[in-house]
Nanobody, 128 residues
Framework: QVQLVESGGGLVQAGGSLRLSCAAS????????MGWFRQAPGKEREFVAA????????YYLDSVKGRFTISRDNAKNMVYLQMNSLKPEDTAVYYCAAKQAAGYLNTYYTRAYEYDYWGQGTQVTVSS
């Protein structure tokens, strides 16, 4: 069982930056591939970024490539999403997710149904 708690959301002007953090409980964090998703009002939840168990492989939504960076620190049971050059269309609730991936060191996952555990979300609002 893994519990995930996001933090770092807030209100920022367009062009600004935020760093989201996700703290994971449990002793086997390194067995989980991690991902960030977001959901804007009236829209479906969408994939944002994913990272493999050891952090060597990452993948991004096209619209955030070059602006967002996902990273993880397995020693601290943390995953991060650095968001730069934020745009009003990035406004959403951002969720951290964990996927049990023992045996798959270099795999990342981009579909919400593939993930086993979810955090409660953190609101990101970008003003124009």
């Amino acid at each position: 069982q893994v519990q995930l708690v996001e933090s770092g959301g807030g209100l920022v002007q367009a062009g600004g930056s935020l760093r989201l953090s996700c703290a994971a409980s449990g002793r086997t964090f390194s067995n989980y591939a991690m991902g960030w998703f977001r959901q804007a009002p009236g829209k479906e939840r969408e994939f944002v970024a994913a990272i493999s168990r050891r952090g060597g492989d990452t993948y991004y939504l096209d619209s955030v490539k070059g602006r967002f960076t996902i990273s993880r620190d397995n020693a601290k049971n943390m995953v991060y999403l650095q968001m730069n050059s934020l745009k009003p269309e990035d406004t959403a609730v951002y969720y951290c997710a964990a996927k049990q991936a023992a045996g798959y060191l270099n795999t990342y996952y981009t579909r919400a149904y593939e993930y086993d555990y979810w955090g409660q979300g953190t609101q990101v609002t970008v003003s124009s």
